[in-house]
């Protein structure tokens, strides 16, 4: 299976931060990568797929990008909203794969 | 816009088998791939399988051996069944449309217990 390894676990940040969530890939899944925020009690919503596509609606605060097999989920200007947990997921090779997720929390 | 809406029993014992259905709302089967997911309580992630229209599928090898999904287009639902049930199987499962956009949408989760 391809490992998703997701950094951090936990994030402490103000609103109006930008922060940076990080998902390294053991093997190469070509674009084939997407971003999910989760809040208590909710199904997952996607927000970034093909590493770098936003969801229809999503805000544009929202961004994915990629360095090889590291990708990279940044939010600028952080919301009330945004506080919640973010997973990581390579849907390239069968099983895909999710990140263990990075809980951002309010400092 | 598509909605999908899924149920089946909850509450379950050890070596039982669990069934759950998902009805897809507001669109047809065609061109997508439809998938079960699945979360242990307080846990990440996991991908449990996948249906396409022509019932072709694709399983996690953690589960291949208890799982069969199936999908009837005649009313646009696909369901999941997985039997010898364990307590690790204790999870919220859920139905969703994907890929290849990411999975979306999402049904609202099922939690299954799993009790000895």
């Known amino acids: 299976d391809i490992q998703m390894t997701q950094s951090p676990p936990t994030l402490s940040a103000s609103v109006g931060d930008t922060v940076t969530i990080t998902c390294r890939a053991s093997?190469?899944?070509?674009?084939?990568l997407a971003w999910y925020q989760q809040k208590p009690g909710k199904a997952p919503n996607v927000l970034i797929y093909?590493?770098?596509t936003l969801e229809s609606g999503v805000p544009s605060r929202f961004s994915g990008s990629a360095s090889g097999t590291e990708f990279a989920l940044t939010i600028s200007s952080l919301q009330p909203d945004d506080f919640a947990t973010y997973y990581c997921?390579?849907?390239?090779?069968?099983?895909?794969?999710f990140g263990q997720g990075t809980k951002l929390e309010i400092k | 816009q598509v909605q999908l809406q899924q149920w089946g029993a909850g509450l379950l014992k050890s070596s039982e088998t669990l069934s759950l259905t998902c009805g897809v709302y507001g669109d047809s089967f065609s061109g997508f791939y439809w998938t079960w997911i699945r979360q242990p309580p307080g846990k990440g992630l996991e991908w449990v399988g996948q249906i396409d229209q022509w019932g072709s599928t694709r399983y996690n090898p953690s589960l291949k051996s208890r799982l069969t999904i199936s999908i009837d287009t005649s009313k646009n639902q696909f369901s999941l069944i997985l039997t010898s049930l364990t307590a690790a199987d204790t999870a919220v499962y859920y139905c969703?449309?994907?890929?290849?956009?990411?999975?979306?949408?999402w049904g609202q989760g099922t939690l299954v217990t799993v009790s000895s």
């Open positions: 997921q390579q849907y390239n090779t069968y099983p895909y794969t």
């Open positions: 969703a449309r994907g890929p290849p956009d990411g999975f979306d949408p």
């Open positions: 093997q190469s899944i070509s674009t084939w």
């Open positions: 093909k590493v770098s």
